[in-house]
């Protein structure tokens, strides 16, 4: 049983004893666990500090340019650190970046051309990229550019087709994507070591296609990320695991300096590149983001093996399963019915810091096919590092949920999501303490 004082300050959550007291089992369960992914941690940190250490990361880093930017020695010294963590020869990291939607739209627009062929080997790829690469006809497309797309699906239980792939590459090929999370699907999201054994087997068959792994999510969760997987390009947004929190927006991309060139050209102008981009003053949160990250990756993971945890046990289908290895820091639960999804959601809001006391209804967000319910009670708008559930409105009705800077206030957040389910009388949890 938790301690009086923790006990207190539960209660001010209206939390019912018997919640906690499941939880708290739970949890009991969980400590090699944690401490695994502690040492990750650990290491990672270090990874992340040394980086810094080598581009001589100083004070001045974090002045505020504005205008056209020029020789702003933050933004050009960060991205010298996160070609160095990523082992790329070089890096793009700009709050003119939105999100990770952008970041990826960037590098696709940007590195290929007219006729080229986009090749998914992983199936259908993360919602927004449907618009960008014109699965639904959108504005813009790279479709409308003449550029054309084909997928391979996973096997039915979640393996690479091989053979398919074998198939679907051509001298069209130019460039190649694999979503390393699973995002809003349910299948596995796949290991550096995976991902590692798909790019050798494409490389095998087409030498020099180009091949990006979208990297949202993953960062820091495996002990190697993409590039040493021999991926020649990785993406990802700053409101999720490499911002730590603290980057209030931005986007990232690392990898072959011929392709980050491309991609700097796409975001600004030819002949401008990387040269130009003024910071305002946001540098120093996102060097200060990068190095928290590593433990609110591991905070997020937790949170996340608590929730799969406690899920399964009360009888839901939850991906990653209770006892498996983590690839990202998503989580999903699957509730089979639209009230116990907007229930979690509610659950989820009510133990944020931030907008606790609203009601979060399903909305058509932009770039995504179905209402989607979200629940966000976070410091920056979409933070998605922050303790965050979403779930589109259709069958199963499945909560993909992330995140938590913070584990104690992640696993408030889980316990808010059970109380809820409970007040509600859709689930039970006396027959199983
Ligand atoms: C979040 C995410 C994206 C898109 O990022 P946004 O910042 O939401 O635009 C793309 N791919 C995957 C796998 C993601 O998880």
Not at 255 to 260: M, Q, T, V
Not at 272 to 281: D, I, P, R, Y
Request: net charge negative.
């Amino acid at each position: 049983m938790p301690d009086a004082f923790i006990k207190k300050q539960y209660e001010q959550f209206h939390l019912s004893p018997e919640v906690i007291a499941f939880a708290e089992k739970i949890e009991s369960e969980l400590y090699d666990r944690f401490q695994a992914i502690d040492r990750r941690a650990e290491a990672n940190q270090l990874k992340v500090i040394h980086a810094m250490q080598v581009h001589r990361v100083s004070q001045e880093c974090f002045q505020y340019t504005s205008g056209y930017g020029y020789d702003d020695i933050g933004r050009e010294t960060l991205e010298k650190v996160y070609a160095t963590l990523f082992h790329a020869e070089d890096a793009l990291v700009r709050p003119q970046i939105t999100c990770g939607t952008h970041a990826l739209a960037l590098a696709l627009m940007s590195n290929l051309r007219p006729g080229d062929e986009l090749y998914s080997p992983v199936g259908k790829p993360y919602d927004t990229l449907e618009e960008v690469i014109g699965i639904r006809p959108s504005m813009g497309s790279l479709a409308e550019y003449g550029i054309t797309y084909r997928q391979t699906d996973l096997k039915e239980d979640g393996s690479f087709d091989y053979d398919g792939i074998r198939h679907a590459l051509s001298r069209k090929t130019k460039m190649v994507t694999i979503q390393r999370s699973k995002g809003y699907q349910t299948r596995p999201s796949f290991s550096v070591d995976a991902i590692e054994k798909l790019i050798r087997f494409i490389r095998g068959l087409q030498p020099e296609v180009l091949i990006m792994v979208d990297n949202c999510y993953g960062e820091f969760v495996d002990d190697r990320e993409p590039i040493e997987a021999g991926a020649d390009l990785a993406v990802g947004s700053l409101i999720k695991n490499p911002g730590g929190g603290l980057a209030p927006m931005g986007g990232y991309l690392v990898g072959k300096k011929e392709c980050i060139e491309n991609a700097a050209r796409r975001l600004t102008s030819p002949g401008l590149g990387k040269e130009v981009g003024a910071s305002l003053g946001v540098m120093r949160s996102f060097y200060q983001g990068l190095f928290l990250a590593p433990v609110v990756t591991a905070a997020a993971l937790k949170t996340a093996i608590l929730a799969a945890n406690l899920y399964e046990r009360l009888g839901f289908f939850v991906l990653p399963g209770a006892g498996e290895e983590r690839h990202d820091i998503i989580q999903a639960v699957t509730f089979g019915k639209p009230e116990l999804l907007t229930a979690f959601c509610e659950g989820i809001q009510a133990g944020a810091p931030v907008d606790a006391h609203v009601t979060p209804e399903p909305w058509a967000m932009p770039g995504y096919e179905d209402p989607v319910i979200m629940a966000a009670g976070a410091f920056h708008q979409g933070s998605s590092i922050e303790l965050s559930a979403d779930g589109p409105l259709r069958p199963p009705y499945t909560a993909y949920f992330q995140g938590g800077l913070t584990y104690p206030s992640g696993k408030l957040g889980i316990l808010m999501s059970l109380q809820k389910l409970l007040e509600k009388n859709l689930v039970h949890i006396d027959k199983i303490c």
